[in-house]
């Protein structure tokens, strides 16, 4: 069983970047597709971002395409998502998951976006 460990978040100024990490403490993540997904205030938990298994292949929620980047190092057995040009609208709590939600959630990482 993967037990997710979310870290990066912070409170960050309008316009600013945060990078967020995932990794899963003696589980490998390498062979599965893993992404991204928020829960912002008064909102359902939503996706995020995307990375195949082999790391060939990524999508987007459509509204963050240009913004964010997902990627992963399968040498440290971690997921990241770089966001860039941060909105107040970006604040929530973000997790990481199986893209299937195979797993049970981690505790995700607070990302404030506020000036």
């Known amino acids: 069983q993967a037990q997710f460990v979310e870290s990066g978040g912070d409170l960050v100024q309008p316009g600013g970047s945060l990078r967020l990490s995932c990794t899963a403490p003696g589980f490998s993540l390498n062979r599965y597709d893993i992404a991204w997904y928020r829960q912002t205030p008064g909102k359902e938990r939503e996706y995020v971002a995307y990375i195949s298994s082999t790391g060939g292949s990524s999508n987007y929620a459509d509204s963050l395409w240009g913004r964010f980047l997902i990627d992963r190092d399968y040498a440290t057995n971690t997921v990241a998502l770089q966001m860039n040009r941060l909105k107040s609208e970006d604040t929530g709590v973000y997790y990481c998951?199986?893209?299937?939600?195979?797993?049970?959630w981690g505790r995700g990482t607070q990302v404030t976006v506020a000036s």
């Open positions: 998951n199986t893209k299937t939600q195979d797993f049970a």
